[in-house]
Structure formats: C-alpha cells, structure tokens
C-alpha cells in the first residue's frame, strides 16, 4: 500500500479532484456540509494566511503513551496480511462534532479500533474529539492541514501542508495524491505513508447498501479500508459500518488499529 504511485495516480487524483469540485457545488443536504475539508481546501484555506502562525500549539500535545495495552505489540508490525482476519478501518476527514461520535459509538459497540486520519484544521477545532478518540484505543494519522491535492501546490507550502498535521507516524495524502517529493516530506516528518486496499467510495454518498457492499466484497484479511467521517454528511456511512461489522464480526473479522 505504500508502494509509488502508478501512471494511473495522475488520472485517479485528477477525477477524484473533479469530484469534489463537482460535489462542492451541488446544493449541501446537511448544514455540515457546507464545512467540507474538502471544499474548502477548493476555496482559500487557513494556509492562504500565515500558516506557520496559524500553526495550533496543542498539537505537540501528549503523545500516545497511553495507548491500549494490547495494540502496542504490533506498533510497527506493517505485516497486515499475517495477523489473520483483521480488518483495518480507516477514516478520514475528521474529527467531525456530528459524525466522529456516532463513529465511535459504532465501533465500540463492536470491539472495533480503527484509524482516524484528521485534518490539522478540524483537530484544531475539536481537541477534546482526538483526544476521546485515542482514549478509546484508535489511533491517528495525520492526513495533513487543511486537504489539498499536495502534488498541485509550491512545494514548500506541501511540506508545510504535512508537517503542520497531527502528530503520528502515519500519513495519508488527500485524494491519494501524492508521488516521491510528498512521500519523501512525509518521511521526513517521521511518519510512513499509508494509502488504503478497499476504497467504499461513501464520499459520493452512494447509499448505505452501496457502502456495505463495498466494505463486505472488498475485505480480506489484513485489507486496510477507506471511510469517512468528515467532509460532508455521514449519515450513510454510519448505517453501512452497523451493518458491515455486525456481518464481518459473524465471518470471524477483528478490527485493529494500524501501528500508527
Ligand atoms: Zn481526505
């Protein structure tokens, strides 16, 4: 999954691009929406400013030392494949006040970890929301500031973009866009880059059947998923993870969070 991108990361970065502009200027369904990371990322971010000085101090905050016991023994373990059925859940986009809750609710209900790669911005906004997150034994990536395509700004400004995200030695590339000079930053910044296997797609709100679907056909032991739980309404995405894990848990799946 960390493997360099292929030729066809240029056409994928750029349709998912397209995408979301082309979501960003549907009418929103939910009042959220219209703080979509994403979206904003299309119009004048908080880098557009004085980045630097807009850099939240908390985010040096505690570090994960007081992670679940049981995770910490794979803490660099990137052998997925080979701890038998597990799942790694990933989401991106958040925290989010409305969604990342209901998220959590979710996969402590099903003795699920995961992995959250949060935005610097929304971290910002809602500390408390990390902080409950790792508590809860999930573990945070960091998926940069404020989600630009990092292959399509300055240089400069895409280190900046990555080294003033959260703390963590994972990161994940917005829009899976990335190449050698971003994953180089990214190492540079101590954390490995982390794409994922099974892409739900739930961003494009497809329907929660949709999504299930996705998450059921495409797991397999060790598979690292895509979800959301900011950028937009959610709510499609909360039913399909219900219904994935209650039927994945009766396939005999454990969901971790990855060494991050
Ligand atoms: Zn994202």
């Known amino acids: 999954m960390t493997k360099p991108p292929g030729k066809l990361l240029p056409l994928v970065a750029a349709l998912l691009c397209g995408a979301v502009l082309a979501q960003a200027a549907q009418p929103s369904d939910s009042p959220v929406t219209a703080s979509s990371p994403a979206v904003r990322t299309v119009a004048a971010g908080p880098l557009s400013g004085s980045p630097i000085a807009a850099k939240p101090t908390h985010q040096r905050g505690p570090r994960r030392q007081g992670q679940s016991p049981h995770t910490k023994p794979a803490a660099d373990d990137w052998n997925l494949t080979k701890h038998g059925k597990v799942l790694y859940l990933t989401f991106d986009d958040g925290p989010h006040a409305g969604w990342t809750p209901q998220v959590l609710q979710i996969l402590r209900r099903h003795h699920a970890q995961a992995t959250f790669f949060v935005l610097g911005a929304e971290a910002a906004k809602r500390p408390d929301l990390v902080e409950q997150t790792r508590a809860a034994g999930h573990h945070i990536g960091n998926h940069t500031w404020d989600h630009p395509m990092l292959t399509h700004i300055p240089a400069a400004k895409m280190r900046q973009e990555i080294f003033s995200g959260v703390k963590s030695k994972c990161f994940r590339p917005p829009f899976r866009d990335t190449n050698a000079a971003v994953e180089a930053a990214a190492k540079a910044n101590h954390q490995r880059q982390v794409l994922w296997d099974v892409d739900t797609n739930d961003w494009k709100k497809p329907g929660a059947a949709s999504i299930e679907h996705a998450i059921l056909a495409g797991a397999y032991p060790g ?30 799946y454990k969901f971790r969070a990855l060494p991050c």
């Open 223 to 252: 598979a690292i998923v895509l979800m959301h739980d900011g950028g937009g309404n959610r709510a499609q995405t909360i039913a399909a993870l219900e219904r994935a894990l209650t039927k994945l848990q009766r396939q005999g």
